[in-house]
Structure formats: C-alpha cells, structure tokens
C-alpha cells in the first residue's frame, strides 16, 4: 500500500514568516493530494488540495506543490497569522477515496 | 446543512464490553468513512462504503470491529469486545466521491476510552 511521510513533525514561525510542510509518497498510481487542518480538539478539514495533472495550486496565503517524478509535495503558507497554529495532515490517493494520511505537522505562529 | 454527525461524543467504558458509534453522513453524499486517530497511529482509515456498500475494509484491526450502513443517512460501527488499546478518537467522514470535488467532511469525532 500507499506510505506517506510528512516533516518536520513540528514547526515553530514568527508571525508573518512563511512556513513550509513536505510530505514524501511511495506508489506512483497515487493522484490526488488534499491537505487537511486540525485545530486543537476540532476535526479535520480540508484547506486544499491537488490533482497529479497540476504542478501547483494557490489559494490566498496558502499554497500546494507536486513533484510526481520525485513523489513530494509541499504546503506553503506565507504571512502566517496565530489563527495558522494547529496539526497539518497531508494525504495521498490512487482512487480519490481511500486516503493515507502522513503523520502529521503541529504548526505554531508566536505573535 | 449540519454536517456529518456522530454520537456519542464521549464515551467511557469499561473493557470486555461493547461500543457503539453512530455516524449520520451529510445528506447527499454517497460515500462515507471510518477514521481512528492516536498519537501513535495517527489517523487511520478503518473502512469505506459506497451507496451502503463496504467497499474496503482492509484497516479494520480486527473481528472484534464491525460496521454497517442500513442506509443511506446511518452507519455504525461497534467494538466487541472492546479493550484499552481501542482508546482513540473515531471520526467518521462523507462525501460525494467526485468529479467536482473529493473532499471528505468529517463529524466531530467520538472520544472513546476503555478502561
């Protein structure tokens, strides 16, 4: 099966730095990739995601990466706000439904 | 729309007895999701259904796991007998499996500790 790795585990910025988030995954069929946030005690949800046919996808302050030959992906938040603090998951998919999910990232943003 | 919907929230007891989770998904979404989340496992896809089917159940741990979807607006899933290790936050998930979007909404989790 699918085995996605994401670092660092935690990452700590100043407000208004940008922060960065990797997630490696090994089977090549995998073509979906969505990032989730976790706010403390909260569930999960969706801040965006990729499909295999895009290289990057921006959203306001938040931004996606895919690298398929080297089956890395990236997070990018830039001018990070104290309300950015919480766990980032991110995720791979080969049928858009059965998602693994990386171990996860607590971001922190110090005012 | 109310989102997905779990209950219990919180749950507490004792081991050898069994669990109950319930999961009313979104309603028009055709798939829905069994999640467990530990410090140690992270967060785990148990099972998947689509239009009440199981689809893949290849995360659940073990026969003492179960669930089912009668129909379209509920599922359960159920422990028996339950232990400490099943200790966990079990989320469930919906969504309507594409093409315009993938994303999956999760309910708000149930806390479960067996002591």
């Known amino acids: 099966g699918e085995n996605v790795e994401q670092h660092p585990s935690t990452l700590s910025v100043q407000e208004g730095d940008s922060a960065v988030i990797k997630c490696t995954y090994s089977?090549?069929?995998?073509?979906?990739f969505p990032w989730y946030k976790q706010e403390l005690g909260k569930r999960p949800q969706l801040i965006i995601d990729?499909?295999?046919?895009?290289g990057e996808k921006k959203d306001q302050r938040i931004a996606v990466t895919l690298n398929k030959t080297a089956k890395h992906f990236s997070l990018h938040i830039t001018e990070t706000q104290p309300e950015d603090s919480a766990v980032y998951f991110c995720a791979a998919s080969r049928d858009f439904n059965k998602f693994y999910f990386g171990s996860g990232t607590k971001l922190n943003v110090k005012p | 729309d109310a989102g997905v919907i779990q209950s219990p929230r919180h749950e507490v007891t004792e081991m050898g007895q069994e669990v109950t989770l319930r999961c009313k998904p979104i309603s028009g979404h055709n798939s829905l999701f069994w999640y467990r989340q530990t410090m140690m496992r992270g967060l785990e896809l148990l099972i998947y259904?689509?239009?009440?089917?199981?689809?893949?159940d290849s995360g659940m741990p073990e026969d003492r796991f179960s669930a089912k979807m009668p129909n379209a607006s509920f599922s359960t899933l159920k422990i028996q007998p339950s232990e400490p290790r099943d200790s966990a936050v079990y989320f469930c998930?919906?969504?309507?499996?594409?093409?315009?979007?993938?994303?999956?909404?999760f309910g708000p989790g149930t806390r479960l500790t067996v002591t």
């Open positions: 259904f689509n239009n009440n089917v199981p689809i893949d």
């Open positions: 998930a919906s969504s309507t499996a594409g093409p315009l979007s993938y994303e999956q909404y």
């Open positions: 089977d090549s069929a995998s073509n979906y």
């Open positions: 990729i499909r295999s046919n895009v």
